[in-house]
T-cell receptor, first 111, second 114 residues
């Protein structure tokens, strides 16, 4: 099956700093989503971005499907950005398709 | 709030027991997906239902089963529970079911097997 690798595994930032989180995948995909899992365990949709660039406030994401990677940018980080960031890809259609998650990137933003 | 609801939020039970987790999808969504998040396995897809029928299957154990009812809510049944089944179980929903769509996740049910 498709492999999803996220880097770095852990990231510690000072409040106000910027960061880039990376997701590499091993095959072509028809869906890529970024999620934030907060300290209470909730999985929050950040972006649906199989290709191109999107922005939402301080967050933006870019997926280069032909080169099989996606980047999540966090600018002016806040303590509430802490948590785990997951990239997930969907690699097929119909009965054999599924969303495959990376292992996640743990972000800690210090005040 | 994603619009996907899950009950209960927490569940504590003993080995060998059976539990049922419930999920209501977002209004208008026909697909329901179940995922398991554990420390050693990460987030894994278990099973998908689309409009009442099983659509895709992942790493779901034979002791686990699911169904989707005519009102589109879904239940995940876990039986003969083992310590290793302790995990966070998520339900997600999407509009269709052919793949490639945004999936919206519920708040999860945290299961602890003692």
């Amino acid at each position: 099956g498709i492999q999803v690798e996220q880097s770095p595994p852990d990231l510690i930032l000072q409040e106000g700093a910027n960061s880039t989180l990376r997701c590499n995948f091993s095959d072509s995909v028809n869906n890529l989503q970024w999620f934030h899992q907060n300290p209470w365990g909730q999985l929050i949709n950040l972006f649906y971005i199989p290709s191109g660039t999107k922005q939402n406030g301080r967050l933006s994401a870019t997926t280069v499907a032909t080169e099989r990677y996606s980047l999540l940018y966090i600018s002016s980080s806040q303590t509430t950005d802490s948590g785990v960031y997951f990239c997930a890809v969907h690699d097929g259609w119909g009965a054999n398709s599924k969303l495959t998650f990376g292992k996640g990137i743990t972000l800690s933003v210090r005040p | 709030d994603s619009g996907v609801t899950q009950t209960p939020k927490h569940l504590i039970t003993a080995t060998g027991q059976r539990v049922t987790l419930r999920c209501s999808p977002r209004s208008g969504d026909l697909s329901v997906y179940w995922y398991q998040q554990s420390l050693d396995q990460g987030l894994q897809f278990l099973i998908q239902y689309y409009n009442g029928e099983e659509r895709a299957k992942g790493n779901i154990l034979e002791r686990f089963s699911a169904q989707q009812f005519p009102d589109l809510h879904s239940e995940l049944n876990l039986s003969s529970l083992e310590l290793g089944d302790s995990a966070l179980y998520f339900c997600a929903s999407s509009v269709g079911g052919i793949g490639g769509e945004t999936q919206y996740f519920g708040p999860g049910t945290r299961l602890l097997v003692l």
